[in-house]
Structure formats: C-alpha cells, structure tokens
C-alpha cells in the first residue's frame, strides 16, 4: 500500500493589476471591432484612465495585504 503524502496547497494571490488590465483590453478590443469607439483619442483616454484606475486597484490591494 502507498501512502500518500499530503502538501500543503499553494495559495496564489490574486494579481490585480494582470487580471484588470486584460479585462480592459478585451473590452477595448470589443468596442474597436464593433465600431463603438471610433476616435483614436477617445480610445486612448480611456485606455490610459483604465490602465491608472488597474494600476491603483493594485497598489490598494497591496497595502490591504501588507507586502
């Protein structure tokens, strides 16, 4: 018989600013494909707003865990 050893699990913490930045450019890819957006400045403005809004998100979210 064998026995299994038992690990302990990997906790990987959440990477907030991956995981928001991906989730905008999916979405800003969407909106430029669909032709919602169709000024460049527009898309950019909103893409640099995104990128500031994920980056804050982050460094929130790294002070809540004291790293």
Do not use: C, N, Q, Y
Not at 29 to 56: H, N, Q, S, Y
């Amino acid at each position: 018989m064998r026995r299994e050893v038992e690990r302990p699990r990997r906790v990987h913490r959440t990477d907030w600013m991956a995981l928001l930045s991906g989730v905008l450019f999916i979405v800003l890819g969407i909106l430029t494909v669909t032709r919602t957006i169709r000024d460049p400045l527009i898309l950019v403005g909103v893409m640099v707003l995104g990128l500031a809004f994920a980056g804050l998100v982050a460094i929130v979210a790294r002070v809540v865990r004291g790293k």
